[in-house]
């Protein structure tokens, strides 16, 4: 039977909590423990795949193409295990198996709770991921803060678990916050105080408590919130905002997280860190910089491409350099502003995205970098947007676009596949996980690879428009990636380019710390040798 930590956050959010988990998952890996991770988000959508990247940052993509919160990206990251769809339970999901169950009469006329229907459920896709992936340990990530009504059956499901799979298998870490005052230069525990009660008021005495802080915690205010909250001073975990997440295991570790968790849950003690440190004392190190653009719709939002900062930073980290990404408006640039933001980067990035807003901006940048010959990635729309711009240019004339901003364009360059047209509800076409595409051999997408056949996360309705293969080929693109019938092209570059690449999946989300994607390692490598040859 799987052992459980569950992981709750206090006083404020966004301040780490999925970090936190990601690296207490890293912590129990690194002793040779399987484990696995899941996060419970107690909002009523059924996935985040139809909430605005304003709402709740970028919709996270796994293999098996389930849509899923942005913490699964930091978790994936962290412990480098693919996860599948029962990672991410949310409310919607477990109202809509109960109420379901009920139409059907499985609950033989009794009356429908949400103790213990509603919390049986929840706990029932808790069990699930140790079900599936054979983990020893699960974390389990509850989204929110305690206190906020739509966590309640979580909360109350997770005390439950004590009792289901006994106190000596479970483990309760709670996140909280302790804040600075200016005035009188202090930080402050009666918030983790009082966050603790609440916690307590659904009957959950935290182990651990992690206090992120942006000053140094010290050993008198490690006394007070151990003993306002009954937790064991050693379990009084500080974290300091750290220059760079990857760097939250080792601290957690230092600050004896690990050791306290391998005691009580029994596991082995002495973990294996080396590839880790090696990890950070490589960021750590001074590094020459890369500029890097990209250019975005949510660009004011740093949460909407986590993974493709964080696919890029992984890319130039292996090359011996540090990234500094120039997040630019494609709005900004549709106006006529920030043009030449574009002249002091040494490689462009399109990122995806839906809808027509900003569409125009990000067709100039694809045109800046063909005919400036540098080196340009374009992910899912920022590959559409590639062949947009390159099919205009062919053809002498602003008509080509994707069917998706113009429907009734003359040249849908960018189209429906005609079996795709029949079903019209939203999200009832999209292309969603992992797909084979065959790599075409001499092409630069070859030389990145190094792979005849590649695996890719997709998450688009739009594709291609096969009419047009020859019009993009007599200007100079070359498909160098083709779903295995060849009916789909995934992979597009230019001939006559240094490195010019769109691909219509989205490789940023198979991108780790000391593994980056191939793609990305292509394309910083390009980016590179623009920069040199520029200097
Ligand atoms: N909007 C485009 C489509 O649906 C691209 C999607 C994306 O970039 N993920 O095909």
Redesign the pocket.
């Known amino acids: 039977m799987a052992k459980y930590i569950f992981v709750t956050g206090g006083v404020i959010s966004s301040v780490g909590k999925g970090v936190t988990a990601a690296s207490i998952g890293r912590l129990i890996k690194s002793r040779g423990v399987k484990v696995s991770i899941q996060k419970l988000d107690p909002y009523l959508n059924v996935d985040p795949g139809t909430l605005s990247p304003y709402q709740h940052g970028e919709v996270f993509v796994l293999q098996d193409g389930s849509e899923t919160d942005l913490d699964l990206g930091h978790y994936e990251r962290f412990i480098d295990e693919n996860l599948l769809a029962s990672s991410n339970v949310t409310t919607g999901q477990v109202y809509s198996e109960v109420i379901a169950k009920e139409r059907r009469g499985d609950f033989l006329g009794g009356t429908i709770q949400v103790i213990p229907h509603i919390t049986n459920e929840i706990k029932r896709r808790i069990g699930r991921v140790a079900a599936e992936t054979g983990a020893e340990v699960v974390i389990v990530e509850v989204g929110g803060t305690v206190g906020d009504i739509e966590g309640q059956p979580f909360l109350e499901a997770i005390r439950q678990m004590r009792k289901d799979v006994g106190r000596e298998n479970v483990l309760y870490v709670h996140v909280t916050y302790v804040p600075y005052i200016n005035a009188t230069g202090e930080l402050k525990s009666k918030p983790t105080q009082h966050s603790v009660m609440q916690l307590r008021s659904f009957g959950i005495q935290p182990d651990v408590i992690v206090c992120r802080s942006d000053y140094p915690i010290d050993e008198a205010l490690k006394d007070k919130i151990s003993l306002f909250c009954d937790v064991e001073k050693r379990a009084v975990i500080p974290l300091v905002t750290a220059k760079t997440v990857y760097k939250v295991p080792l601290i957690l570790e230092e600050a004896g997280l690990g050791v306290f968790i391998s005691e009580r849950l029994d596991l082995p003690p002495e973990p294996d860190l080396a590839f880790w440190r090696h990890l950070v004392a490589a960021i750590e190190r001074p590094k020459p910089e890369l500029r890097i653009g990209v250019v975005g719709k949510y660009v004011a939002l740093l949460d909407a491409y986590i993974s493709v900062r964080e696919a890029l930073f992984h890319a130039a980290l292996a090359q011996g350099y540090s990234v500094h990404i120039d997040w630019i408006s494609s709005e900004d640039l549709e106006k006529g502003r920030g043009l030449e933001r574009l002249d002091h980067v040494a490689g462009i990035v399109v990122p995806?995205?839906?809808g027509y807003r900003g569409i125009e901006g990000k067709v100039i940048a694809a045109r800046y970098a063909r005919e400036h010959k540098k080196p340009y990635l374009g992910?899912?729309?920022g590959m559409?947007v590639m062949v947009i711009e390159l099919a205009r240019y062919a053809l002498g004339s602003d008509e080509p676009n994707s069917a998706?901003f113009d429907p009734s364009t003359k040249y849908p360059v960018?189209d429906l596949m005609p079996e795709q047209r029949a079903i019209s509800e939203m999200g009832g076409t999209m292309r969603l996980g992992v797909y084979p595409c065959q790599v075409v051999p001499g092409t630069r997408a070859a030389a990145a690879y190094g792979e005849p056949v590649v695996y890719e996360r997709h998450?688009?309705?739009?594709e291609l428009n096969n009419q047009y293969r020859d019009l993009l080929a007599s200007a100079g693109m070359v498909f160098s990636g083709l779903s295995p019938d060849g009916r789909l092209v995934e992979i597009v570059e230019l001939r006559d380019h240094p490195w010019m690449v769109g691909c219509q999946f989205?490789p940023e989300f198979r991108s780790r710390p000391g593994k980056p994607h191939p793609l990305f390692s292509g394309f910083v490598e390009a980016a590179i040798k623009f920069a040199k040859s520029n200097e």
Not at 459 to 462: G, K, Y
């Open positions: 995806g995205g839906f992910l899912c729309l559409q998706e960018i998450r688009h309705r739009f989205h």
